[in-house]
Structures are given as structure tokens and as C-alpha cells.
């Protein structure tokens, strides 16, 4: 797949890779590569360059160009290690524009020191390239990353996989508690190319496709906005030129008979045959409507501009303006303005910041970067506010769901943000309840219990009423599910590569944690226990929880026949896939980038959260979460360096065991009733354990 790199600000676009066939010679890979160069396919590019170098490592042409093809689909890592082969073998001179596009993939990757000594050797090298322009722009915006040492005053949150998937998520647009927003995730029939459509989420539901009338089939639909009573729509509809670029045009479409008109393209000056116009946002200033939008039109200052129209007018009389107090030579998207501030949101690629394209506010004719939270070294585009505290946006920052977790490309995700002035206050721990340290295989660490006073108290009183009370809450066992298994398909779970930087900025700086959700088959670790204590590492907890995936579908749907049958396995198999799956997946990343940082000046905290489903009585359910987070920590466990960190100090772990104090009351907790207390999604949800990661300077 390849990400199509923001330039034409939309979102991004994934093509199908050619298969590469075996047996081909250094020369083919390598023909192919400089074709799907030449029609922007950059990822089959990247491909092809790569297979050609296991062939035949030594042509640093080659490394070359697979950095250059790395570069296009943000896949950092790559690239920077693409241009060092050449760079260690002292041939920078015969690429003229190496130093730059390293730079360029540093700045990426937050290594703002490294990204200016590139710079500043390209620099003294070319005074007259045309380039060196954008080196000096770029050498002030690491300048100026590098002295933002306060701390971020937002808390970010990464929407979960009912909003997010592995593709891309963008456009967010919050209107009457309903969230709208654009994804890139649906497949054209006849070519395989994936498309967008524009989805809504209501509460904390799954996002699902607007019926009646928006979306165009085959077509990408995008980037939603309405007017004031939210009776008029104008959004994008787009088209591929090739494997890397799109067009867009702005229509229009008005709800009534409870659905949207068939949408009408708008006439000139807004949209202009030949030119993408896009991301429009319609607002009303003092009586008059405008529609602020985006284009790469003629007479513009830059790249893509920001432009505005009066759409009070009749089409006949409607003048189109450029923005030009916004607008650079470089590339500025994505505008909001917010009615009630009078300040203008937008991205913009040019005016310093932490690198790629970063959030912006003008206000009081100023242009301001918003700072840390709000930007990363990544891309941060499509700010709208929904009130005075509260913002989403999209961002491809690492935080983001991978389509390929080995390249580190792609894909952009939604986050909300809280403006906050307060620092983030961790909760006060009660150390009452301290490991024993003879009961495992690490009694020289120290790791703390901590349980809330509020739930430990709770979690008491509930324990004394059920020793006063007659009813007998048996002790569930898995028996029956693990017989049922038997005779499953063994799945084999490779281990994803992931590369990342040695101390990745955007941590460093965030308030946010890491965090991690992981959850587990009924009952396990350990069924039929009351031990504190297992030695299961989750690694193996998860792969036989997800290979039964099929019983929970069929246990839920036996003896139905209805028309919910097929939405009940639709559901089970996203929890399954979108949970359970890359909770595990999440957790191998983040474990992997949090331990890079070790060898550098930081430390780690890590907070486990255990919880239960309400099923058995509820003092071995604050056991049962006990063990679970005890896997969790085996998992931890398993090389010994890793132990070596922790008798230094270097990390710091805290157990806070709920069991199901936290479970809600609509979860069964009936023993008779296996359909809901076991395999019910609502249940599943329940027997997890998050895990919070802190990188600590």
C-alpha cells in the first residue's frame, strides 16, 4: 500500500503492490522500481529498491533511491537508513541533495540536532540551489523545536478502534453529539483501490458510512462541513490521476425527506477545471456566509492555499479571495474558524515548527504554532474545536495504528485534546499490599501492589456481604471452552520489527502515557485458583484466546436465525481482530520503543491495571486480576537485560489489581447464564489489564 503524501491534502491513497516474482535479476528489480518511481507508486517502488539490494547491496544509487522511496510514504526509519549507508561511505558528494533529504527525515523523527547539522552542511555546500530555501526554512524550525523546552499544557487522547483502524481517519467534525468524520478503508470492486467515505459515530459507537445520498461509490468522499442548521452539507469528491495523485472538487448537498439530495458540484471561481479545490469549511461572519477552502489554483503564494468565497451571493456573483495573510510559499491546509474566538485554525508545512505539517492559529494578525500535544514531529492536520476546552484532530504521530507495522508508514488516526493548565496527577498509591518477593522468580526486584483507597474499601465491604450471605458463588472453570478447542487451527504469530528513534520526542514532551489494553480468555490465568501468582507470560494467553475466536461466534449465535445473527459475528469478530489482536500488537510496540529509551538518560514507570468480568465471587476475582497482571509482567520478563533494568532502577512497575469493581451493572454476573457472563462481548470488554507506559527524563 503507499500513503499518499499530503501535498494534495485530502487524505492519503493506497494502491495494490505488484507481486514481485522470483528469480528476477538486480537490473529488473530496478527497472522496476524507477517505473513505479515515475508513476508515484511509491510503495511497490520501495519494493522493488529493496529487493534488489538483497541481490546486490553495494550500489549506493540504489540505496538512494529507497530512501527517496521511503521518504514519500513517511516511513522515516527507512530512509534515514538508506541515506547513512552512503552518508558512512564517504560518497555524500555524488548526491547532491543527500544532506537535505536526510535532514529533511530527522527533522521527521524529532532528532532536531542532527537534522541541522545536514542542513547547515547542505547549506554551505549549494548557496545556489534552488532548494536551499526550504534548508534555511527548515534549519529556523529546528532552531526553534529544539528551545520548545515547556512542558505541553493538552491531554491527548487516541480515539479507540470504534473511531480508528488500521487505515486512515481524518476530517473530524463534532455537530449535535454526533462525530463525523472521513476514512480510507473502502475497497473498489473492480480494481481493488481503496476509497473513502465519510462515516458518523454516534456516542461511543462504531463509526458507520452516512446512508442516503454522500458517499459515491468508487469515488473518494471526504471532508465534511455543514452550515449553521446543519441542513446543508459541502464536502469533497475526488478522483485518482495515478497510483500518488488525486483531484478534488467541492460539492453540495441539502437534507430533506430525511435524506441528502444528490450532491451538485460547485460552479467556478470555487471549483476550477484541472486544480484540486478541497477542504472546505462553511461559517457565517456578521450575517454573511463564506466557505474557506483549499486549492493549488493559479495566482496563489504557494503550493496549496487557503481561499475563501462568499457563498451568500448568487453563483453568478460569487468572488473567490486568497487568504493571504495565512498563506506561504509552502503548502497551508485544512482551515477552520472558529465563529465565537475569530481565530482561523489550518496546517501549514512552511512556518517553523516541530516538523512536517503542525497546527496553527491565526489570531491578532498573528500566525502561532499551538505547541507540543497539539504537534508532534509528525503530520498534525484537521483541527476543529467542538467547545472552549476540547479539540480532534488527525495525526499520523506514532501513536498511530500502522498499516505496516515494518515500514512504520501510513496511516493517519483521530485524537481528541483538553486544553488543560494543570499537570497530569498520577494516583496516590496505597502501599499496603506488597509482592512477595520468595513467591517468584525475580526476588531481588521490587514491584508494588497499589490499589485506590475508595476501591480497596469497596472491594471489602462487598467481600464481608458475601461471607454473610447464603448464596454460593461457585468458582468458574474454563473446562468446557478448552474442550470445545481442541481441535482448532494453530495460528502462528510472528514477532513484528518495529523501528523507531532511541528517544522518541514526542513522548519525551507529551503528558500523555502509553497505554496499552489487553484482554483475556474467562477465567485465565490459572482457572480454578486462588493464587496471586502465575508463571503464564500473556504471549501465550493470547494466542490460545485468539484461536477461539470461532466458539464465541458460534456459542453467541447458535439457535438464531434472525437477521442480528450476522451483525452478532461481525461484532465478535472486530473485538476479536480490533481488541484483542492489536491490544497484543500494541503492546509488543510500545514494549519495544519504551526499552530503547533505557539505553539513553531515561526511565520507565509502568502501571498495570487489572480487571474482571463479574463472574465468581468477587474476592477471587481481585485475585484473578492479580494473575493477570502477573502475565503481564512474565511478558516483561523474558529477556534478561530486561531484568537487569529493573534491579537498576531503570524501571519502576505498580500493580493495581480491580478485579470487577469497575465492571458495570449491566454485565451478567450469573453463573447459569454462560452466553452472557461468558461470551458476551460486554463481558469480554471487562477481563483486560491496561498497561500504562511513562518514559521519565
Same mark, same amino acid.
Given at each position: 500500500?503507499?500513503?499518499?503524501?499530503?501535498?494534495?491534502?485530502?487524505?492519503?491513497?493506497?494502491?495494490?503492490?505488484?507481486?514481485?516474482?522470483?528469480?528476477?535479476?538486480?537490473?529488473?528489480?530496478?527497472?522496476?522500481?524507477?517505473?513505479?518511481?515515475?508513476?508515484?507508486?511509491?510503495?511497490?517502488?520501495?519494493?522493488?529498491?529493496?529487493?534488489?539490494?538483497?541481490?546486490?547491496?553495494?550500489?549506493?544509487?540504489?540505496?538512494?533511491?529507497?530512501?527517496?522511496?521511503?521518504?514519500?510514504?513517511?516511513?522515516?526509519?527507512?530512509?534515514?537508513?538508506?541515506?547513512?549507508?552512503?552518508?558512512?561511505?564517504?560518497?555524500?558528494?555524488?548526491?547532491?541533495?543527500?544532506?537535505?533529504?536526510?535532514?529533511?527525515?530527522?527533522?521527521?523523527?524529532?532528532?532536531?540536532?542532527?537534522?541541522?547539522?545536514?542542513?547547515?552542511?547542505?547549506?554551505?555546500?549549494?548557496?545556489?540551489?534552488?532548494?536551499?530555501?526550504?534548508?534555511?526554512?527548515?534549519?529556523?524550525?529546528?532552531?526553534?523545536?529544539?528551545?520548545?523546552?515547556?512542558?505541553?499544557?493538552?491531554?491527548?487522547?487516541?480515539?479507540?478502534?470504534?473511531?480508528?483502524?488500521?487505515?486512515?481517519?481524518?476530517?473530524?467534525?463534532?455537530?449535535?453529539?454526533?462525530?463525523?468524520?472521513?476514512?480510507?478503508?473502502?475497497?473498489?470492486?473492480?480494481?481493488?483501490?481503496?476509497?473513502?467515505?465519510?462515516?458518523?459515530?454516534?456516542?461511543?459507537?462504531?463509526?458507520?458510512?452516512?446512508?442516503?445520498?454522500?458517499?459515491?461509490?468508487?469515488?473518494?468522499?471526504?471532508?465534511?462541513?455543514?452550515?449553521?442548521?446543519?441542513?446543508?452539507?459541502?464536502?469533497?469528491?475526488?478522483?485518482?490521476?495515478?497510483?500518488?495523485?488525486?483531484?478534488?472538487?467541492?460539492?453540495?448537498?441539502?437534507?430533506?425527506?430525511?435524506?441528502?439530495?444528490?450532491?451538485?458540484?460547485?460552479?467556478?471561481?470555487?471549483?476550477?477545471?484541472?486544480?484540486?479545490?478541497?477542504?472546505?469549511?462553511?461559517?457565517?461572519?456578521?450575517?454573511?456566509?463564506?466557505?474557506?477552502?483549499?486549492?493549488?489554483?493559479?495566482?496563489?503564494?504557494?503550493?496549496?492555499?487557503?481561499?475563501?468565497?462568499?457563498?451568500?451571493?448568487?453563483?453568478?456573483?460569487?468572488?473567490?479571495?486568497?487568504?493571504?495573510?495565512?498563506?506561504?510559499?509552502?503548502?497551508?491546509?485544512?482551515?477552520?474558524?472558529?465563529?465565537?474566538?475569530?481565530?482561523?485554525?489550518?496546517?501549514?508545512?512552511?512556518?517553523?515548527?516541530?516538523?512536517?505539517?503542525?497546527?496553527?492559529?491565526?489570531?491578532?494578525?498573528?500566525?502561532?504554532?499551538?505547541?507540543?500535544?497539539?504537534?508532534?514531529?509528525?503530520?498534525?492536520?484537521?483541527?476543529?474545536?467542538?467547545?472552549?476546552?476540547?479539540?480532534?484532530?488527525?495525526?499520523?504521530?506514532?501513536?498511530?495504528?500502522?498499516?505496516?507495522?515494518?515500514?512504520?508508514?501510513?496511516?493517519?488516526?483521530?485524537?481528541?485534546?483538553?486544553?488543560?493548565?494543570?499537570?497530569?496527577?498520577?494516583?496516590?498509591?496505597?502501599?499496603?499490599?506488597?509482592? #512477595?518477593?520468595?513467591?517468584?522468580?525475580?526476588?531481588?526486584?521490587?514491584?508494588?501492589?497499589?490499589?485506590?483507597?475508595?476501591?480497596?474499601?469497596?472491594?471489602?465491604?462487598?467481600?464481608?456481604?458475601?461471607?454473610?450471605?447464603?448464596?454460593?458463588? =461457585?468458582?468458574?472453570?474454563?473446562?468446557?471452552?478448552?474442550?470445545?478447542?481442541?481441535?482448532?487451527?494453530?495460528?502462528?504469530? =510472528?514477532?513484528?520489527?518495529?523501528?523507531?528513534?532511541?528517544?522518541?520526542?514526542?513522548?519525551?514532551?507529551?503528558?500523555?502515557?502509553?497505554?496499552?489494553?489487553?484482554?483475556?480468555?474467562?477465567?485465565? =490465568?490459572?482457572?480454578?485458583?486462588?493464587?496471586?501468582?502465575?508463571?503464564?507470560?500473556?504471549?501465550?494467553?493470547?494466542?490460545?484466546?485468539?484461536?477461539?475466536?470461532?466458539?464465541?461466534?458460534?456459542?453467541?449465535?447458535?439457535?438464531?436465525?434472525?437477521?442480528?445473527?450476522?451483525?452478532?459475528?461481525?461484532? !465478535?469478530?472486530?473485538?476479536?481482530?480490533? #481488541?484483542?489482536?492489536?491490544?497484543?500488537?500494541?503492546?509488543?510496540?510500545?514494549?519495544?520503543?519504551?526499552?530503547?529509551?533505557?539505553?539513553?538518560?531515561?526511565?520507565?514507570?509502568?502501571?498495570?491495571?487489572?480487571?474482571?468480568?463479574?463472574?465468581?465471587?468477587?474476592?477471587?476475582?481481585?485475585?484473578?486480576?492479580?494473575?493477570?497482571?502477573?502475565?503481564?509482567?512474565?511478558?516483561?520478563?523474558?529477556?534478561?537485560? !530486561?531484568?537487569?533494568?529493573?534491579?537498576?532502577?531503570?524501571?519502576?512497575?505498580?500493580?493495581?489489581?480491580?478485579?470487577?469493581?469497575?465492571? =458495570?451493572?449491566?454485565?451478567?454476573?450469573?453463573?447459569?447464564?454462560?452466553?452472557?457472563?461468558?461470551?458476551?462481548?460486554?463481558?469480554?470488554?471487562?477481563?483486560? !489489564?491496561?498497561?500504562?507506559?511513562?518514559?521519565?527524563?
Amino acid at each position: 500500500m503507499v500513503l499518499k503524501k499530503i501535498i494534495k491534502y485530502l487524505f492519503v491513497v493506497l494502491c495494490f503492490v505488484p507481486t514481485i516474482l522470483f528469480g528476477q535479476t538486480y537490473k529488473a528489480y530496478v527497472r522496476a522500481g524507477d517505473k513505479a518511481m515515475e508513476e508515484k507508486d511509491y510503495f511497490a517502488a520501495l519494493t522493488y529498491f529493496d529487493a534488489a539490494l538483497k541481490v546486490k547491496d553495494t550500489e549506493l544509487g540504489t540505496w538512494y533511491k529507497k530512501g527517496e522511496a521511503a521518504r514519500q510514504i513517511y516511513a522515516y526509519e527507512i530512509a534515514e537508513e538508506s541515506y547513512e549507508k552512503i552518508k558512512r561511505k564517504g560518497q555524500s558528494q555524488h548526491f547532491q541533495l543527500l544532506e537535505l533529504r536526510l535532514a529533511q527525515v530527522k527533522q521527521g523523527l524529532g532528532k532536531y540536532k542532527d537534522a541541522s547539522k545536514s542542513l547547515t552542511s547542505f547549506i554551505k555546500r549549494n548557496k545556489q540551489h534552488p532548494e536551499t530555501t526550504l534548508a534555511g526554512r527548515l534549519l529556523q524550525s529546528c532552531k526553534w523545536a529544539l528551545q520548545q523546552t515547556q512542558e505541553s499544557t493538552v491531554l491527548v487522547t487516541h480515539l479507540d478502534k470504534n473511531i480508528n483502524s488500521k487505515y486512515s481517519e481524518f476530517a473530524p467534525y463534532k455537530l449535535n453529539g454526533k462525530l463525523y468524520y472521513s476514512a480510507l478503508k473502502y475497497t473498489k470492486a473492480d480494481t481493488g483501490q481503496k476509497y473513502a467515505k465519510i462515516l458518523i459515530a454516534e456516542k461511543e459507537n462504531r463509526g458507520i458510512p452516512i446512508q442516503k445520498g454522500l458517499n459515491q461509490e468508487g469515488k473518494h468522499t471526504a471532508n465534511l462541513t455543514f452550515n449553521k442548521d446543519g441542513k446543508k452539507a459541502y464536502f469533497s469528491i475526488c478522483e485518482n490521476i495515478n497510483a500518488y495523485d488525486i483531484r478534488c472538487a467541492i460539492y453540495t448537498s441539502s437534507w430533506d425527506n430525511d435524506k441528502w439530495s444528490s450532491p451538485q458540484k460547485l460552479p467556478p471561481p470555487i471549483n476550477i477545471e484541472g486544480y484540486t479545490t478541497t477542504h472546505p469549511d462553511w461559517v457565517e461572519i456578521d450575517g454573511i456566509q463564506y466557505l474557506f477552502f483549499v486549492s493549488d489554483r493559479p495566482d496563489g503564494k504557494g503550493k496549496m492555499d487557503i481561499w475563501k468565497a462568499n457563498v451568500t451571493q448568487k453563483k453568478e456573483d460569487i468572488h473567490v479571495e486568497n487568504v493571504g495573510e495565512l498563506n506561504s510559499i509552502g503548502n497551508e491546509i485544512a482551515p477552520y474558524y472558529d465563529v465565537q474566538s475569530g481565530v482561523i485554525y489550518f496546517s501549514s508545512d512552511w512556518y517553523q515548527g516541530f516538523g512536517g505539517f503542525d497546527l496553527f492559529q491565526f489570531k491578532n494578525q498573528k500566525i502561532e504554532n499551538l505547541g507540543l500535544g497539539y504537534n508532534s514531529s509528525y503530520n498534525d492536520v484537521y483541527l476543529h474545536k467542538e467547545d472552549d476546552e476540547n479539540y480532534f484532530f488527525s495525526s499520523n504521530r506514532p501513536d498511530s495504528r500502522k498499516l505496516d507495522k515494518i515500514l512504520g508508514a501510513c496511516c493517519y488516526d483521530i485524537y481528541s485534546l483538553k486544553e488543560t493548565k494543570l499537570k497530569v496527577k498520577e494516583e496516590k498509591a496505597d502501599t499496603s499490599l506488597v509482592v #512477595d518477593s520468595n513467591k517468584t522468580n525475580k526476588d531481588s526486584i521490587d514491584v508494588t501492589y497499589v490499589t485506590t483507597e475508595e476501591v480497596r474499601n469497596d472491594i471489602d465491604k462487598k467481600i464481608e456481604k458475601e461471607k454473610n450471605t447464603t448464596k454460593q458463588v =461457585p468458582i468458574v472453570s474454563n473446562k468446557s471452552i478448552i474442550k470445545e478447542d481442541e481441535h482448532s487451527t494453530s495460528i502462528n504469530f =510472528p514477532n513484528p520489527v518495529i523501528k523507531t528513534t532511541k528517544s522518541p520526542r514526542f513522548y519525551e514532551n507529551s503528558m500523555e502515557n502509553l497505554v496499552a489494553t489487553v484482554y483475556f480468555d474467562n477465567d485465565y =490465568p490459572n482457572p480454578k485458583t486462588v493464587s496471586d501468582y502465575t508463571d503464564d507470560s500473556y504471549e501465550k494467553l493470547f494466542q490460545e484466546y485468539y484461536k477461539k475466536r470461532k466458539i464465541f461466534e458460534n456459542k453467541l449465535t447458535q439457535n438464531r436465525k434472525d437477521r442480528n445473527s450476522h451483525q452478532i459475528r461481525e461484532d !465478535v469478530a472486530f473485538f476479536f481482530e480490533n #481488541d484483542v489482536k492489536n491490544g497484543f500488537e500494541k503492546l509488543e510496540e510500545l514494549w519495544k520503543i519504551v526499552t530503547l529509551s533505557l539505553d539513553d538518560e531515561y526511565t520507565i514507570e509502568i502501571i498495570l491495571k487489572g480487571f474482571t468480568s463479574p463472574r465468581a465471587a468477587i474476592n477471587y476475582n481481585y485475585h484473578l486480576s492479580k494473575r493477570r497482571i502477573q502475565s503481564i509482567e512474565n511478558y516483561f520478563f523474558k529477556k534478561r537485560s !530486561v531484568i537487569n533494568h529493573f534491579k537498576k532502577g531503570k524501571i519502576k512497575i505498580i500493580y493495581k489489581p480491580y478485579g470487577e469493581s469497575t465492571a =458495570p451493572k449491566t454485565v451478567s454476573d450469573k453463573i447459569d447464564d454462560r452466553l452472557n457472563s461468558v461470551y458476551s462481548i460486554e463481558a469480554s470488554k471487562e477481563r483486560r !489489564v491496561e498497561v500504562s507506559f511513562k518514559v521519565i527524563k
